[in-house]
């Protein structure tokens, strides 16, 4: 009997942008892989490229029209994040190609993330770690006296999926769990207030948890970092734009709120050199779903969305 060879054709797919390791290796076993620098000429793609059935990108390049014009057989997007503000879904949507995230896998350390920063900026951890590491406190500077959590009252700008994991963690050591969101969650224990602004009047911590895109583009304005007052602190692992981060820079530089624990900013990598200077802020690198653990889960979870369009079953966690 003659041995019947294996199929050999692998889908091509584009990895748009900086990838994760693991997943790079793993699309390129599973898939014919060609790489695309995210800022890459979109008007002279070389032909095998523009055969590319799926985009993979992170969250923070996603998806413009552009790249989906620019692909005539593009599929499928699928992303590795749970935002997706970064991708023209209203385009995908009219174009037919699918698009998924990873929702679920990255809410528990997020939410860690989230609550190690509440601590850090309310405790002045990072600025007295700085003191001790320059020799100032051998020297003799005493280190200023820090805000505290017990007995807070916490709010959650965003009850969703890491909002709520937030509130979890949040729930022993809080005064009150306040939250606001586009309308009333009926299944949640806290208290809801329905004007953004009266919400920051309440709140002596607002952890900012909501979804990014246009309609909640700096929706932390102004006028609520002065509601929220000169004892306050924000903490925000969203998205940048979901705060205006010039606002906020004076708010902090006037002394109208009281600090900010940042996992995330309007143009990163690139971080306004004020907040930097400041010590009453707490900076990290766009970290929430950063553990070996999350980040192989993520991955996983792209590929396994990959899998199941190309045999044509039903999409894990399809967005559109």
Request: charged share 20%.
């Amino acid at each position: 009997m003659t041995n019947i060879p294996l199929p050999t054709h692998k889908p091509p797919v584009l990895g748009y942008g900086h990838l994760n390791p693991y997943l790079e290796g793993e699309l390129a076993r599973r898939f014919t892989l060609h790489r695309l620098p995210a800022d890459a000429d979109l008007s002279a793609l070389p032909d095998d490229m523009l055969q590319s059935r799926a985009l993979v990108s992170f969250g923070s390049v996603g998806a413009p029209a552009a790249i989906m014009d620019a692909l005539p057989k593009l599929e499928m997007i699928a992303l590795f994040s749970v935002g997706y503000d970064k991708v023209d879904v209203d385009h995908a949507r009219a174009k037919g190609i699918r698009v998924t995230n990873t929702p679920d896998v990255l809410t528990d350390d997020t939410a860690d993330l989230a609550v190690g920063l509440l601590y850090a900026t309310a405790r002045n951890i990072a600025a007295n770690d700085r003191l001790v590491r320059s020799g100032a406190w051998a020297r003799g500077e005493t280190p200023a006296l820090s805000g505290r959590v017990t007995g807070s009252r916490i709010g959650i700008l965003g009850l969703g999926r890491i909002g709520r994991a937030i509130a979890k963690r949040l729930e022993p050591v809080a005064g009150e769990i306040l939250y606001h969101n586009r309308r009333e969650m009926t299944d949640a224990p806290y208290r809801y207030v329905a004007d953004r602004i009266d919400f920051a009047r309440q709140c002596d911590v607002i952890m900012v948890a909501t979804s990014g895109g246009p309609e909640a583009a700096q929706l932390v304005d102004r006028a609520m970092l002065d509601a929220l007052g000169p004892d306050g602190l924000l903490v925000n692992i969203s998205r940048g734009s979901v705060v205006d981060e010039a606002a906020l820079v004076a708010a902090l530089a006037d002394g109208r709120i009281a600090g900010a624990g940042l996992d995330v900013f309007a143009n990163e990598p690139h971080v306004p050199a004020a907040l930097l200077a400041m010590d009453q802020v707490v900076v990290q690198p766009h970290q929430g779903s950063a553990t070996r653990h999350t980040r192989k889960a993520m991955a996983d979870l792209v590929l396994a969305n990959l899998e199941a369009h190309f045999e044509g079953r039903p999409l894990l966690t399809p967005v559109v």
